[in-house]
């Protein structure tokens, strides 16, 4: 369940349970594809070498911690800090820190402007953002197998076959607090 690494289940599994800071509505009106999930806004400084976001008040994760802007900015200093997880050589090359400037705001320091980092492969459309309060624990995040895994997304693992045939999720009983 750790999707941090390469060789994971496909990405539309982890959908189930965890969010990226966007979901993509390819339905909706032009200029309208990312939507913030786990933010409500975003924004870029002027030479486009910081990107700021406003956390969304009210996320859960599914054990009952409060989702906040130390999850994020712990995402992605530990996917630049740790060889071996996914996006590690993309945040390497751009991101120079990140870090929660109060509960409910994240900052990104890029090392040279970055415009579409909000769309980009390692950025947060493409990255979910894992539990701080789990992978602060683990000595080693890449051969740490995130089981039971813990979410901001509505749904929780219910049952599953031990050999990796079918994993049975259902709806959290605090659904109203998932992303």
């Known amino acids: 369940f750790n999707a941090?690494?390469?060789?994971r289940i496909s990405s539309w599994f982890y959908g189930m349970f965890l969010n990226t800071l966007f979901v993509a509505n390819f339905t909706g009106k032009p200029g309208h594809i990312l939507i913030p999930i786990l933010i409500e806004d975003y924004s870029y400084s002027n030479n486009y070498t910081i990107f700021t976001a406003h956390v969304r008040r009210g996320i859960y994760w599914s054990d009952g911690v409060e989702f906040t802007a130390?999850?994020?900015?712990y995402t992605f200093m530990l996917e630049k800090n740790t060889s071996g997880l996914l996006r590690y050589s993309y945040m390497n090359e751009w991101v120079e820190r990140a870090y929660a400037?109060?509960?409910?705001?994240?900052?990104?320091?890029?090392?040279?402007p970055n415009p579409k980092f909000h769309l980009g492969y390692g950025g947060p459309s493409f990255n979910y953002?894992?539990?701080?309060?789990?992978?602060?624990?683990?000595?080693?995040?890449v051969k740490f197998k995130f089981f039971p895994p813990v979410g901001t997304g509505p749904y929780v693992l219910h049952d599953y076959d031990p050999d990796g045939y079918w994993f049975l999720f259902r709806r959290r009983d605090d659904w109203q607090r998932s992303a």
């Not at 941090?4 to 060789?7: D, E």
């Open 4 to 7: 941090w690494i390469p060789g």
């Open 70 to 73: 130390e999850d994020i900015a």
């Open 101 to 112: 400037e109060d509960k409910y705001t994240v900052v990104v320091e890029f090392k040279k």
């Open 129 to 141: 953002i894992m539990p701080k309060h789990i992978f602060e624990e683990v000595e080693d995040p």
